[in-house]
């Protein structure tokens, strides 16, 4: 009997949050499930790992029963390494992390845990997919993101993924039946303007919270921006190799030694 596909489940909203626990009941209708999550939130870690101090694991009681699951006092990119190496008795087939509260499209995807455990995987060489609902609020409803997200993870699984490729998936806010469907997009340009909220303790003494707005630079119809903007799911593949190949060409007529 073919045994069914492990799916290693995690995010960066922490063990407890309702996207994860959302993706943990689509992927037990596809394989077989294991959660390793962070303990806390974790949100905006990017691929941090912890080198300073010591990890804990500890398995945690989940209402849904047929899977466990693990929480982590790590980052996400954490979670992935020490369930490939301490948890899991065979390889994954597939790692999925998420349905993180808020959007990961464009620049955002540097900055983001939910897709920095994603990438963690795709760089052990394991098919790796990070989901996002573009609502931030812990009581969002993912419930319309369920088929999609089945069928993105399904063809992850049957069709495999090219080496050094993970999958970006933003999911608009919208009722199912005003979804359009799944474009393949890129990564917007866009970027944030940071601004700081700078205050005073009782004690006189100054801090400040991070702002900022949201920039969109990219007029272009391809992108991940537009597709959810305009209703559609965003799927863009991501690659963890930053060389700039387009550039190398160029920097080797350079004289570095004159």
């Given at each position: 009997?073919?045994?069914?596909?492990?799916?290693?489940?995690?995010?960066d909203?922490?063990v407890?949050?309702?996207?994860?626990?959302t993706?943990?009941?689509?992927?037990?209708?596809?394989?077989?499930?294991?959660?390793?999550?962070?303990?806390?939130?974790?949100?905006?870690?990017g691929?941090?790992?912890?080198?300073?101090?010591?990890?804990?694991?500890?398995?945690i009681y989940?209402?849904?029963?047929?899977?466990?699951?693990y929480?982590?006092?790590?980052?996400?990119?954490?979670?992935?390494?020490?369930?490939?190496?301490?948890?899991?008795?065979?390889?994954?087939?597939?790692?999925?992390?998420?349905?993180?509260?808020?959007?990961?499209?464009?620049?955002?995807?540097?900055?983001?845990?939910?897709?920095?455990?994603?990438?963690?995987?795709?760089?052990?060489?394991?098919?790796?997919?990070?989901?996002?609902?573009?609502?931030?609020?812990?009581?969002?409803?993912?419930?319309?993101?369920?088929?999609?997200?089945?069928?993105?993870?399904?063809?992850?699984?049957?069709?495999?993924?090219?080496?050094?490729?993970?999958?970006?998936?933003?999911?608009?806010?919208?009722?199912?039946?005003?979804i359009?469907?799944?474009?393949?997009?890129?990564?917007?340009?866009?970027?944030?303007?940071?601004?700081?909220?700078?205050?005073?303790?009782?004690?006189?003494?100054?801090?400040?919270?991070?702002?900022?707005?949201?920039?969109?630079?990219?007029?272009?119809?391809?992108?991940?921006?537009?597709?959810?903007?305009?209703?559609?799911?965003?799927?863009?593949?991501?690659?963890?190799?930053?060389?700039?190949h387009?550039?190398?060409?160029?920097?080797?007529?350079?004289?570095?030694?004159?």
């Amino acid at each position: 009997m073919k045994k069914k596909p492990l799916i290693l489940v995690t995010n960066d909203d922490g063990v407890t949050a309702p996207g994860i626990r959302t993706l943990v009941s689509v992927m037990k209708t596809i394989g077989d499930v294991v959660v390793v999550a962070p303990d806390s939130p974790q949100s905006g870690m990017g691929h941090a790992i912890t080198l300073d101090s010591t990890l804990h694991i500890e398995k945690i009681y989940v209402e849904t029963n047929g899977y466990d699951a693990y929480s982590c006092s790590g980052t996400p990119a954490d979670c992935v390494k020490i369930a490939l190496n301490e948890i899991l008795d065979r390889r994954p087939d597939l790692v999925v992390s998420g349905i993180n509260h808020g959007s990961n499209s464009s620049i955002n995807v540097i900055y983001s845990g939910t897709m920095s455990a994603a990438i963690e995987a795709g760089i052990e060489g394991i098919p790796a997919i990070g989901f996002s609902l573009l609502d931030y609020s812990w009581n969002a409803n993912f419930e319309h993101s369920k088929s999609y997200i089945k069928s993105i993870a399904e063809n992850v699984l049957n069709e495999g993924l090219t080496e050094g490729i993970v999958l970006n998936v933003n999911i608009p806010n919208l009722e199912q039946n005003k979804i359009k469907g799944i474009k393949i997009c890129r990564q917007a340009k866009a970027n944030w303007k940071e601004e700081f909220d700078k205050r005073k303790t009782p004690q006189g003494k100054d801090y400040y919270w991070l702002t900022g707005t949201f920039v969109n630079y990219d007029k272009g119809e391809d992108t991940d921006e537009w597709a959810l903007e305009h209703g559609y799911i965003s799927v863009v593949p991501v690659q963890f190799d930053l060389t700039a190949h387009h550039v190398i060409q160029k920097l080797n007529t350079w004289s570095f030694n004159e």
